[in-house]
Nanobody, 115 residues
Framework: QVQLVESGGGLVQPGGSLRLSCAVP????????MGWYRQAPGKERELVAT???????NYADSVKGRFTVSRDSAKITVHLQMNSLKPEDTAVYYC?????????WGQGTQVTVSS
């Protein structure tokens, strides 16, 4: 059973920052493209950002310039640094690992942006 464990969610005011972390099994981290997705109430799950094994990144237009995805090889962790947060960023954020036809999800962490 592959487990991806997210942490770092919470309540933050508009304009604030949060950093999400995803602990990844080493066997997954060394092969899989890692990503972050989010799902707001009443909406479909959407891509936020991905990062390949060799560090290539991809972002949703809505978060470009505000969010940064990174991989920490020493801690076998993937991070999502979120700055300049907006109320529309409120959602459950999910860590994702994908390789060919294999895909794994974390349990999700709530991010709420509100004054």
């Amino acid at each position: 059973q592959v487990q991806l464990v997210e942490s770092g969610g919470g309540l933050v005011q508009p304009g604030g920052s949060l950093r999400l972390s995803c602990a990844v099994p080493r066997s997954i981290f060394s092969i899989y493209t890692m990503g972050w997705y989010r799902q707001a109430p009443g909406k479909e799950r959407e891509l936020v950002a991905t990062i390949t094994v060799d560090g290539r990144t991809n972002y949703a237009d809505s978060v470009k310039g505000r969010f940064t995805v990174s991989r920490d090889s020493a801690k076998i962790t993937v991070h999502l640094q979120m700055n300049s947060l907006k109320p529309e960023d409120t959602a459950v954020y999910y860590c994702n690992a994908q390789f060919v036809d294999y895909q794994y999800w974390g349990q999700g962490t709530q991010v709420t942006v509100s004054s």
